[in-house]
């Protein structure tokens, strides 16, 4: 009898846990394929970088034949990658494709470096502005050869030429607004142009709407979730309230907050 009900309670327990509703059901499907899109975008450059830098471990002792790679990486680059870079054991930039107007820099002091470096594992960098006045992000993948740092493989990129073809289809013509931005705080999408690159908490252009910043720190605490805050509609100065459904996306220790709007009120 004992077994018996023991069993009973495992069944029951089960049936339950499969009956569990999963909170992201109700939310706008637009999220998870947005969501999905961006991870399908790293994973092609993700392939592209580690399939590289397995290669340059062989090779980078060689110049010619390291230049040879870069340029073939060069020339096969996602349309929102700027550039490669080849980034030798003690930080500097040996060799860029296809454009090399900062060869020799010294980037040993850059945080995503030394991840890198100090990990021996591929990062993403946070976001800034390059010197195309753009707001900017690196992802690089260590070099290693049986277990010896010989630099790293790197990847320039516009987080907003990245999303734009991904969201933009999507966005075109409805009734909701989609944005994004990374955790700390830089909007890195969004169907107003000019914002891109703004900082959505120190930003003075958002201090006239303080349950903005109340929403913002509630996005950045949680994974998931749904909240309200004023704001103007999109690409007008009307003040309305709106609605937000968020996630986020992870990708090597960064997390980008992707926000699903409507006009609430």
């Known amino acids: 009898m004992k077994s018996f009900r023991i069993l009973t309670c495992a069944l029951l327990a089960a049936s339950l ?8 059901e109700s939310f706008p499907p ?3 394929i947005v969501k999905n899109n961006i991870g399908d975008a790293f994973e092609a450059l993700d ?3 580690f399939a590289s830098s397995t290669r340059l471990a062989y090779l980078v002792d060689d110049t010619s034949r390291a230049r040879g790679e870069m340029h073939s990486l060069g020339s096969r680059k996602p349309d929102f990658v700027g550039d490669f870079g080849l980034v030798s054991s003690t930080g500097i930039l040996r060799m860029i494709e296809p454009y090399n107007s900062m060869e020799g820099a010294d980037i040993s002091g850059q945080a995503h470096v030394q991840v890198m470096f100090g990990t021996k594992s591929p990062a993403l960098s946070n976001t800034f502005m390059s010197v195309e006045g753009f707001p ?3 992802e690089g993948y260590p070099i290693m050869k049986l277990n010896e740092l010989k630099g790293a493989l790197t990847a320039l990129f516009f987080p907003h030429e990245m999303l734009d073809p991904i969201i933009r289809p999507i966005v075109e013509g409805q009734k909701f607004e989609i944005w994004m931005m990374e955790k700390g705080g830089t909007l890195i999408w969004d169907q107003d142009l000019p914002d891109i690159g703004r900082n959505l908490f120190t930003d003075p252009y958002y201090d006239p709407f303080p349950n903005l910043k109340i929403a913002l720190q509630k996005i950045v605490a949680e994974d998931y979730g749904e909240t309200t805050y004023s704001f103007f509609r999109a690409n007008t100065t009307e003040e309305v309230v709106k609605r937000a459904h968020w996630v986020t996306f992870s990708h090597f220790g960064q997390e980008w907050k992707l926000v699903h709007v409507v006009i609430f009120l």
Do not use: G, I, W
Request: proline share 6%; hydrophobic share 35%.
């Open 30 to 32: 637009e999220l998870t």
């Open 136 to 138: 900017s992000v690196v």
């Open 17 to 24: 846990l499969s009956c569990k509703k999963d909170p992201l």
């Open 47 to 49: 392939h592209q970088l």
